[in-house]
């Protein structure tokens, strides 16, 4: 027996450089940034002040009063992601049974700013004044439950918390789940914390860019790299069985041909870490060889010594100057768990375009041996594409798209 | 604090207030012995109503209101009999 292939049938973005696929694709072709000083919370007393945020995003013009009540920021933009990625599939909810779709999304940090909102009326006016709805509208696996109740869908769900990894990590369960028998799922992932908890959160992290210029705030591969500025939004991704996709006449954006992941070894005990393994898995896992490979999305962490070993990782498998490299998330800040979602769905927008969006502003340190796609967009015969993605605390991941 | 009622327009306030409201359903229709479950909320919405009328009206509700207060004609009863009880010591 054959194991069924998995292809994506429908894209929901959300993205700081561009509300809805079209908005986005055509700010990312464009090199158009997203990143600008934060409005959400007044920033001026943070060290880092710029951010990538979600613009035009009004959720009463899309979801009903029952869902604001209970909603964060993140769980808005994920529900009408999803709106937008079924209708792209050309999928009904309502006529399909409920136990043959299910949810799998990533989260990094949950619903950030409902969470704050509530545990300031906690300390300020009492537990009598927090909303029932704390109880599940911070949690991480808030957005798949959402998801899954707005669309009534019954099937297996669940979500996967790996920081920025997550987004690649909860489309190889998706794939999974259909490989086991489950018609569609919905997965990808939206992340959004910019909010004043979530804030001193990250700046705890130590990887913030500090910088208040828009353009050089994060330089991944720049020998003037000096952390990353977060963002908010994602893509939500319809992954069905192939065979079920064409038999119902959908059009098909690719394949989710190969994954790999792995976990880093403990810090100071000299051994490799872990990318090269999970970049080398995804490859065996697709039945690609590495000159099979056209584009690389770079995970892009903007920290010197992760640009390193992300440049050392890619040049053992792909040679150096061996493979175009880019990173479209210069225009929209790292997501976490939303980045490499937004990373799969821009790969395939450019495999069906024949066009590698750029990394914008980079000049990049001639040390770490990239083709990186600078600059301009570089046009190009696309057929298969690895994203990467890592999350804090030692996870990598790495998924190959392939054309349909 | 005087004696207050507590009527249906206060609890349409508060409902839309602290969960919203279905966009199927017509709160200013004939809901008054309708169940919550079809005018579209779910116990947590009934906590969350719940929790708010305390608030507001300085009364501490029984469990069982929640689970046994079926309708809105139910719910304002339960309230308007703690209001009544609640009168004498929450005014002194």
Same mark, same amino acid.
């Given at each position: ?64 009063? #029952? ?39 990533? =989260?990094?940090? *949950? ?15 009492? =537990? ?15 957005? =798949?439950?959402?998801?899954?109740? #707005? ?74 790299? /000096? ?26 954006? *690719? ?12 810090? *100071? ?28 999305? /770079? ?40 980045? /490499? ?43 298969? &594409?690895?994203?990467?993605? #890592? ?6 991941? /790495?998924?190959?798209?392939?054309? &349909? | ?92």
């Amino acid at each position: 027996m054959t194991t069924p292939r998995v292809v994506v049938t429908g894209l929901g973005i959300a993205a700081p450089n561009g509300l809805g696929t079209e908005e986005y694709w055509a700010a990312t072709r464009a090199g158009k940034t997203g990143i600008s000083r934060i409005t959400r919370f007044d920033p001026a007393q943070y060290p880092a002040k710029l951010a990538g945020e979600v613009p035009g995003f009004s959720a009463a013009d899309h979801l009903p009063s #029952r869902l604001l009540a209970q909603t964060d920021h993140m769980t808005r933009l994920a529900l009408v992601a999803t709106d937008w990625a079924l209708e792209d599939a050309g999928v009904d909810p309502k006529a399909l049974p409920e136990y043959s779709m299910g949810v799998v999304t990533a =989260s990094s940090s *949950g619903g950030f700013e409902f969470g704050q909102g509530e545990l300031q009326k906690l300390w300020s006016q009492g =537990s009598q004044h927090v909303s029932a709805y704390q109880s599940f509208a911070w949690f991480y696996a808030v957005n =798949s439950g959402q998801i899954s109740i #707005r669309n009534g869908m019954k099937g297996p769900s669940g979500v996967v918390v790996s920081d920025q990894a997550g987004g690649l990590d909860a489309l190889a369960q998706a794939r999974r789940q259909i490989r086991k028998g489950t018609a569609l799922i919905v997965s990808g992932s939206i992340d959004a914390s910019i909010c004043p908890w979530g804030w001193v959160a990250q700046l705890a992290g130590g990887r913030l860019s500090t910088s208040e210029a828009a353009d050089r705030a994060y330089l991944p591969f720049d020998e003037a790299a /000096a952390g990353h500025v977060p963002g908010e939004g994602g893509a939500i991704l319809i992954l069905e069985d192939e065979q079920a996709a064409l038999a119902r006449g959908a059009e098909v954006y *690719g394949e989710i041909a190969g994954y790999g992941a792995t976990f880093d070894p403990a810090p *100071g005990s000299g051994r490799e870490p872990g990318l090269r393994k999970a970049i080398e898995v995804a490859l065996a896992d697709a039945g690609v060889d590495a000159s099979d490979v056209d584009v690389v999305f /770079a995970d892009a962490a903007a920290v010197p010594e992760l640009d390193r070993i992300e440049a050392e990782a890619i040049n053992a498998v792909f040679g150096p100057q061996g493979v175009p490299v880019t990173a479209p998330k210069t225009m929209t800040g790292r997501l976490y768990s939303g980045a /490499a979602p937004l990373d799969v769905a821009t790969a395939l927008l450019a495999i069906r375009e024949g066009l590698i969006p750029a990394t914008t502003h980079v000049e990049p340190d001639p040390g770490h041996d990239l083709d990186l796609v600078c600059g301009q967009p570089r046009t190009s015969d696309l057929r298969t &594409a690895l994203i990467l993605a #890592r999350g804090h605390g030692g996870f990598n991941a /790495a998924l190959v798209v392939r054309a &349909a | 604090m005087a004696t207050e009622a507590f009527t249906l327009e206060d609890l349409k306030r508060i409902l839309r207030e602290g969960a919203g409201a279905d966009e199927n359903v017509d709160l200013d229709g004939d809901i008054l012995d309708m169940e919550f479950e079809e005018l579209g909320y779910e116990s947590l919405a009934l906590l969350e109503t719940c929790g708010r009328i305390e608030r507001e009206y300085a009364i501490t509700l029984d469990d069982n209101v929640i689970s046994d207060a079926k309708t809105p004609r139910a719910l304002l009863d339960a309230v308007t009999a703690h209001l009544a009880g609640a009168a004498a010591p929450v005014a002194a």
